[in-house]
């Protein structure tokens, strides 16, 4: 996310570097630096002037203040400062109270609405308990009413649908209705896009805005389209005064400009981003993890909370007993795969963490490795699975022809299992180590 920025950025720090203190000249290159790299990331050239004018202003004023910082580190933190702020400051929540509590989903078609739409409704049902009925109104791709109904079972909400019935206004009504009388306590709202912005797309989004008075009206755009994602947001704002703003597709080769600029822009924030096809690569935004991240420093806090969802507790404990007697086996290290997989995928998983992110950057990785390491252990008998000891090396020729895999590649992952194995035996059995864990989980 964001590399391209991220490299400049940082290159824009370097000029700083060796100058003990900041003067107007030695700061001059550095501003330049960033002004360049924000327009490079698709920031339009007055709000990147303004950004570099206000970071200025912040770096002379504090020239003489903070001795013991150097002057490269003052400016990230006035740069890091500077980028929460484009981006709006502090988080703003979703407001889903009523009864039901109405969300009406907005953007152009392929933007990513359906697919967030199934998102927002696990994210309501697991964070917030609540009971949510999606709505299909997009009435010209029966395609669409289809995806609908799948995200909807696969994040196990139910969804109103008429298939038949070609007025998204009475659709909306009717599913409002029905929630009210089935205690459903969210309704999301999937609408029609267009292409392009026009005219008749705008009526009828206003039409069933105005019919249903949302609590929450959202507009999703792709932030692969840059300035154009601004221009968007601007028009739909215009026409239906939306709340907040969700960005899809941030896992892509985004530059950044709609994230850093939509706000500043439209005047709206961004209260949800999208980073991948599957239903948990939803996260809050927040102003500041983002500006971090910006600026290669990962997001630690996110990959914890994203985590912690993830924990039981129970499991832990077992895991931690089993780990102390050696006896951590192939199925718990399956069982533990299964809990990393439900994170979201490996790629955005390891950019939310510091330095990760440009340590992998021209890596690609391969979440399909996963599978084929699964497929190694669903090939191994129950007590091969739960006595590692036993593979020996006719089993293992017995493994790779079950598995498809050539005998290399099951005796390197075997390999690494053990390697793994006693790496973590060793940790559990020092009290320092087995302290560090200990405060984690805390
Ligand atoms: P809609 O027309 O606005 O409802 O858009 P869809 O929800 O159908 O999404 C269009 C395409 O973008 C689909 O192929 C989605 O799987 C994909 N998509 C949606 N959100 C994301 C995202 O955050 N990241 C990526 N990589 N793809 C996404």
């Known amino acids: 996310m964001f590399d391209n920025l991220s490299d400049r950025l940082e290159g824009a720090f370097k000029s700083l570097t060796g100058d003990n203190k900041i003067t107007e000249i030695n700061v001059a290159t550095s501003l330049k630096e960033i002004r360049r790299a924000l327009v490079a990331a698709d920031v339009n050239y007055k709000i990147a002037k303004e950004f570099t004018d206000k970071v200025k202003e912040k770096a002379l004023g504090t020239e003489n203040v903070l001795k013991a910082v150097k002057p490269g580190q003052l400016m990230v933190k006035i740069v890091q ?22 969300v009406l989903i907005a953007g152009l078609q392929g933007s990513g609405k359906t697919t967030f739409s199934g998102k927002l409704a696990k994210y309501l049902k697991e964070k917030r308990k609540m009971k949510v009925l999606l709505t299909a109104c997009d009435v010209y791709r029966p395609a669409a009413i289809d995806q609908l109904t799948v995200l909807a079972g696969q994040v196990g909400a139910e969804i109103y649908k008429e298939p038949e019935n070609k007025n998204p206004v009475e659709i909306a009504l009717k599913a409002i209705d029905f929630a009210r009388q089935n205690k459903f306590d969210v309704v999301i709202v999937d609408t029609a896009g267009r292409l392009s912005v026009d005219e008749k797309m705008m009526q009828e989004i206003s039409d069933v805005r105005e019919a249903i008075s949302p609590n929450e009206t959202l507009f999703v755009v792709d932030s692969m389209t840059g300035q154009d994602a601004v221009n968007t947001a601007k028009a739909f704002n215009e026409r239906i005064n939306y709340d907040g703003v969700v960005l899809t597709k941030l896992d892509g080769d985004t530059r950044g400009g709609a994230a850093l600029s939509v706000k500043y822009t439209v005047g709206k924030p961004i209260k949800f981003v999208s980073t991948g096809e599957k239903m948990d690569a939803i996260d809050v935004f927040y102003p500041d993890r983002m500006a971090q991240r910006i600026l290669g420093m990962g997001d ?49 998983l390891l950019n939310m963490i510091p330095g990760m992110s440009k340590a992998m950057k021209n890596i690609d990785i391969d979440d399909s490795a996963f599978g084929r390491v699964e497929a190694i252990i669903y090939s191994m008998t ?15 020729k017995r493994i790779a022809l079950g598995c498809g895999q050539s005998m290399e590649d099951v005796n390197r992952f075997i390999k690494q299992f053990d390697g793994m194995r006693k790496m973590m035996h060793k940790m559990s059995n020092n009290p320092m180590m087995a302290q560090m864990a200990g405060n984690f989980k805390g």
């Open 382 to 396: 129950p007590q091969e699975r739960a006595d590692p000891a036993l593979l020996n090396m006719s089993r293992k």
């Open 300 to 348: 630690i806090i996110s990959f914890v909370e994203r985590a912690q969802d993830q924990f039981d507790e129970e499991e832990a404990k077992r895991l931690e007993k089993k780990i102390k007697k050696n006896k951590f086996d192939f199925n718990d290290f399956l069982s533990q795969l299964a809990q990393l997989k439900k994170m979201g995928d490996m790629k955005s």
């Open 81 to 102: 400062d500077e980028l929460t702020d484009l981006m709006g400051g502090q988080s703003v929540g979703i407001n889903v109270k009523g009864e039901p509590g109405v």
